[in-house]
């Protein structure tokens, strides 16, 4: 069975960073695309950003591109995403999916992650 395990979020002050992760298992992931959603309540889910695991091809949104990177790491089955420069509007909680090959969307999601940056 697919698990996929965030952390990392917390509390942060506007300027700061933080460094989500995301840890996989129960299959390999090399030929998914790994990708970082984020959620407020009452608000429709947001993309943000994903990486074509095997190859590392990267995608972000506009309103992160140039402050966050997207990662994967091998060995560990591990998504990353490293948030630098925040504002108080990346408040959101933050999830972290994956989509198999020739799939419409993505099959799998965790449980999510909450961050805060506060003004």
């Known amino acids: 069975q697919v698990q996929l395990v965030e952390s990392g979020g917390g509390l942060v002050q506007a300027g700061g960073s933080l460094r989500l992760s995301c840890a996989a298992s129960?299959?390999?992931?090399?030929?998914?695309?790994m990708g970082w959603f984020r959620q407020n309540p009452g608000k429709e889910r947001e993309f943000v950003a994903s990486?074509?695991?095997?190859?590392?091809?990267?995608y972000y949104a506009d309103s992160v591109k140039g402050r966050f990177t997207i990662s994967r790491d091998f060995a560990k089955n591990t998504l990353y995403l490293q948030m630098n420069s925040l504002k108080p509007e990346d408040t959101a909680a933050y999830y972290c999916a994956g989509r198999s090959p020739g799939s419409p969307g993505y099959d799998y999601w965790g449980q999510g992650t909450q961050v805060t940056v506060s003004s």
């Open positions: 990486i074509i695991w095997s190859i590392g091809n990267a």
């Open positions: 129960g299959r390999t992931f090399s030929s998914y695309t």
